[in-house]
């Protein structure tokens, strides 16, 4: 795509645009975790200072409990049970666990100010009435004592993944539900979204010396534990005691917190191009998977450089990465994202270690640095990045830097025809419906990943491509550790691009409407000219572009804005373009005069480019016989 | 709006009603007495900083009686509080719509409106019955303007841009032509009332935190910006004009205006009288004017004023089984409307302005800043509806003013709860005959729209509904139940509190469900963002069922099995009546609300554990064995928007009662 190439000198300065002034709470973590290998249980303690920013006073406070929705009978186990289309990885298994198979936290003591709080563990939530309110604009200390069990791995996290990963440590410890101005988001965790409070972790985890740990975060000892932390030279003096390593990790302004330990961990790290620093964490190869070894270790190895283009790619276009590092960790059970981390599964090959490794990475951005509320708006994080993904790997494979993916011309094709196969199935559900809520699991992740990367696609159609990448970026400089909704991001486009796009937001997010502009007629006029007849046959209007290529070869593009747009895009090629009157969504008909006899036109088409939603493309293209 | 909720209401009252008219509305009504000790000062409550634009309009209109036009200026002083410099503004010229081919008349009949052939009349209206605004010049602190009209907008983009929080000067002249009336407002309605001018004047389009407001007129949605009007009209003397609005020059005019034994002196000049009227903090501005008209007037027991502005008729009609006298519905009105007027201040939060107009004209009921038009050839029950839901949207839409194409059940639905239970109470209070409150035609209503399978989303844009059956089922009829099924979840009292702390924060700022949604969740101390995101923002629909009753070994005991069908999790108040003894209230919380309502009634109340969403079986130990009970109904309130309500009753084998 020609987009990127025009993107480096875009990059425009948020301070120049308003932004709504929305309150955040504020958190920071002090914990100190004492881990037992035998058991697969640990020790916690943490210290939270907890800033209420809201203009609310708080009389409730909730954390989230992750781990115990591994136990039989959970409203992860019940869901998964009961959902037409349960997630492979979870299905009936959370039900057949043993106890010591089985994940819980169990929180023993909790001290608001210093004073012990009433509190009740509510499967995944606790809750906790606080003897005394936090009152607005004000700081309350927590400290909190619990023991955990890790659980076998089912879903994201645990013990023991499919690989032979020791721990996957996501979701572990307990964390502070977010408040904000829709109040608190104490949801049950029923395997699925995200939502968090931004601040600083701490954390001290010690664990039997034989394991080594990486993490979302910086290590503050490494020459205390060595494991490839330390740099070249540097003496490392490993101090164990009571056979155990301690690892200090300090991850400032996120919202989240991952690990994982292995014994077998290898560990490469390489300094990028935009000074970062890039680990990446992956096992030994299995001497008994002689042949599938060497690929997955080639592959391992060839992840870094790839990993530092696509940085740079990113930075570009997407904005600038804030940490200053980032860990590609073998674990989990496919690819997880995080703060500064991802939890790949890493027996694949190049092609798909890249495309899970650009994916996750790109959550950073739409999930880790914006961290729309996932749950409410899941296509503003899966979407996004989807879209960012495809943009990604789209110029890695024009490099060469994949093994086998080749340039494409419309690498959104799968994206939307993910999206009509799901509505032509009759089992769409509108964007806005709460991710845990859908009925069917496809429902969601059609919602989430295509039809969110569709709407971003889509709105360079609308917008034109150019404006959508600076929209993007402008979009992430105003809103990064800010939480942004739906309304949020279309105004930020609406600014940029200078056009009205609320009707966007309302039809494709908050309904099922469909867009189906199709072909009805090229009728010859009398004075050497023809009338081109185009039908709207869906609810959801759109801007119309129609592109006529005559039998000489020349185009013609024909652009009728949508009036609800108030305006037009910018011209996208240089192919000459006559703006013909609004489009006003009630009209069914759109008719324009083409200044050529029919006899000369060879083809016309309805949005070329396909970046258009049409649930119907059959009728797009009208081509002489 | 009023007249798709009644159109609807006519279709329904030849459905069988599904269910008897829940008993809860009754003690509803016993709410103005609890009410008294609830009126909580909003300042506990802190809410968002949302900034908003303002307005002031001074407009004087010169009226040609003769062609139907007139000549207005406009001098707007226009805030930009928002934190964003504006490169263009937007005015509504909602008369524009009544041109042939309009967005106006396309949609309609595009989209089978329930008047489609009454908007389709657009297409064929000759050239002196048809709509239009013309602007003849516009100025932007004293420089001439750009601008284009886009049918019923106006586009402006600006010479130079409005800076953040600062203020402009527009001019604005123009002509317009007052169409025949064909939706709301224009020229000789069928009751032929002269001038009912609704949406008459260039309007500025609102601009939020979701950016302009500029959508074109296609007969729906309305959203305003604050502020005050001051506007003179200049009429053919023999007109009397009604408004929206303090009028300035009573001794000037008279017709019943001026203080009982003030001296009118009446001058007019060219034939013409000028009225001269103030609205302040409002967000539109309407009148009516008809040679006819009789003005009544009364000072309400909350020492406002309420006009009253019909046309005499002496006849009695008879439509159907109806006998229709529309002197005695406007002669019977004031002494009814100043009680509901007093309902309205103690239930719903205090109204604010000095005076209130009802006027014949428009083509139903339609609610604006201090008035109403309406309608008067209706039975005398309707009638009384009518005015006492145009009336309500004072509150709901006039004074909290929720953007309407966005949220109309905010607007409409919230309007139409209130209706109900002021109607149920003047029934009670024998002031009207009849039933009173339509509720169960709410229920009915959008439970047609799920069995036709026509639901869409509440969130859908109001423009944007694939049927406009559906729009009026949200808005109106699944709007209502929003309100009355969360009387449900939070209990009556706290949705009482609620509704008047709601109206404290946010009148005159625009709250969106957010807003309400928190205000709830505030009140009751219970997360409500479920209730929001399933019903609101999903189609999902609640269905439980009494599945078994089983014996226990222990004979005292039996085993109820609840069965969730529907999507939608909710909290259930289930009844079990004994075959001896008081019945009990066995109430399972919903887990995601975190918390119980209080107890409703007196019966005894065992709370039992939550009931996690993600069950479909509730299994209940009752404290009765299987023979000693009667029945167990799942909330006989009917509250709780149940699809299929056979399967919440459970009755206990005849004969087997124990002596």
Known sequence: MKIRLSLLFLLAGSTLFAQADRWQQRISYLMNIDMDVSKHQYQGAQKVVYSNNSPDTLYQVFWHLYFNAFKPGSMMDVRSRNIADPDRRVGSRIAALKPEEQGFIKVKTLKMNGKDQVFETNETILEVNLSQPILPYSTATFEMNWDAQVPKQIRRSGRDNAEGISYSMAQWYPKMCEYDYQGWHSNPYVGREFYGVWGDFDVRISIDEKFVVAAGGYLQNPLEVGSGYENPGDKVEKKVRDGKMQWHFIAPNVHDFVWAADPDYLHDKIKADDGTIMHFFYQKRDEKDKERGLVYEKAWKKLPSVMNRARTFMNTNFGKYPYQEYYFIQGGDGGMEYPMATLITGKSDLDDLIGVSVHEQLHTWYQMLLGSNESLYAWMDEGFTSWAETLTLEQLAKEGLMEEREVSKNPFKDDYRGYRKLHLSGKAEPMSTHADHYQTNRAYSTNAYVKGAVMANQLGYIVGDEVLMRGMRRYFETWKFKHPNPNDFIRILEKESGLELDWYKEEWVNTLNIIDYGIVGVNENASDTCTVVIQKSGLMAMPVEVMLTLKDGSQHLYYAPLESMRGLKPAETSVPRTVLPDHRWVDNLIFFDAPFPKAQIRKIEIDPTQRLADMDMADNVWEQE | ?659
């Not at chain 2, 989209?111 to 100025?139: C, P």
């Not at chain 2, 309407?286 to 009789?294: N, R």
């Not at chain 2, 209706?378 to 194409?405: D, K, R």
């Not at chain 2, 404290?504 to 479920?530: G, I, Y």
């Open chain 2, 1 to 659: 709006m009023h007249e798709f909720f009644f159109r609807y209401y006519l279709i329904c009252l030849s459905l069988p009603a599904k269910f008897v008219l829940p008993k809860y509305l009754l003690s509803c009504m016993k709410l103005q007495l609890t009410f008294l000790l609830l009126l909580v000062s909003s300042s506990l409550f802190a809410q968002p900083e949302r900034w908003q634009q303002r307005v002031t309009y001074s407009m004087q209109i010169d009226m040609d009686v003769r062609t139907h036009r007139y000549i207005g200026t406009q001098q707007v002083v226009y805030w930009n509080n928002s934190p964003d410099t504006l490169h263009h503004v937007f005015w509504h010229l909602y008369f524009n719509a009544f041109q042939p081919h309009s967005m106006l008349a396309e949609a309609a009949i595009d989209n089978g409106y329930f008047d489609a052939e009454e908007y389709a009349r657009v297409n064929n209206l000759r050239a002196e019955e048809q709509g239009w605004v013309r602007i003849d010049s516009l100025k932007m602190n004293g420089r001439a303007l750009r601008f284009e009209t886009n049918e019923t907008i106006l586009e402006v983009p600006l010479a130079e841009p409005i800076p953040p929080h600062s203020k402009v000067l527009f001019e604005m002249q123009w002509e317009t032509q007052v169409p025949v009336l064909i939706r709301r407002a224009g020229r000789n309605n069928i009751e032929g009332i002269d001038y009912t001018m609704g949406q008459w004047y260039p309007k500025l389009c609102e601009y939020d935190y979701q950016g302009w407001h500029s959508n074109q007129y296609l007969g729906g949605e309305f959203y305003g910006v604050w502020g005050d009007y001051d506007v003179t009209i200049n009429i053919d003397k023999d007109y009397i004009v009604a408004a929206g609005g303090y009028l300035q020059n009573p001794l000037e005019i008279g017709y019943g205006y001026e203080n009982q034994g003030d001296k009118v002196e009446r001058k007019p000049i060219n034939g013409k009288l000028r009225w001269h009227f103030l609205a302040p903090n409002v967000h539109d501005f309407m009148w009516c004017a008809d040679t006819q008209y009789k003005h009544e007037k009364l000072q309400a027991s909350d020492n406002t004023t309420m006009h009253f502005f019909y046309v005499p008729t002496s006849s009695i009609e008879s439509l159907g089984a109806l006998q229709i006298d529309q002197q005695q519905n406007w002669k019977r009105l004031p002494k009814i409307m100043d009680r509901v007027r007093t309902l309205a201040n103690f239930n719903f939060g205090k109204y604010p302005y000095k005076e209130y107009a009802f006027i014949q004209g428009g083509d139903f009921g339609m609610e604006y800043p201090m008035a109403t038009t309406l309608k008067s050839r209706l039975s005398f029950e309707t009638f009384v509806e009518v005015a006492v839901h145009e009336q309500m949207h004072s509150w709901y839409q006039m004074i909290l003013g929720s953007n309407e194409s966005l949220y109309p059940w905010m607007d409409e639905g919230f309007t139409t709860w209130a209706e109900q239970l002021i109607m149920k109470q003047l029934v009670a209070e024998k002031l009207v005959n009849g039933h009173g409150g339509n509720v169960v035609m709410s229920y009915a209503n959008y439970e047609m729209n799920v069995a036709n399978q026509r639901q869409e989303p509440m969130c859908t844009h109001s423009d944007h509904y694939r049927q406009s059956g559906t729009y009026t089922a949200n808005a109106y009829s699944k709007g209502a139940i929003t309100l009355h099924q969360l009387g449900y979840i939070i209990g009556e009292e706290h949705l009482a509190k609620g509704m008047l702390q709601y109206f404290e924060a946010w009148k005159f700022k625009h709250p969106n469900p957010n807003d309400f949604f928190r205000v709830m969740e505030q009140v009751s101390k219970l997360e409500l963002d479920w209730y929001k995101e399933d019903w609101i923002y999903a189609t999902k629909t609640i269905d439980y069922a009494v599945d078994k009753v089983k014996k226990n070994a222990d004979k005292s005991q039996s085993t109820l099995i609840v069965r969730r069908i529907g999507d939608m999790a909710m909290p259930l108040d289930i009844v079990v009546y004994p075959r001896s003894g008081d019945p009990q209230v066995f109430y399972i919380p919903l887990e995601s609300m975190r918390g119980s309502k209080p107890a409703e009634s007196n019966h005894q109340r065992t709370i039992l554990k939550d009931h996690r969403w993600v069950d479909r079986q509730i299994l209940i130990t009752l404290p009765y064995g299987r023979d000693e009970i009667s029945r167990i109904v799942i909330d006989p309130s009917g509250r709780m928007a149940d699809l299929n309500r056979k399967n919440n009753t459970w009755n206990g084998k005849a004969g087997k009662t124990r002596s």
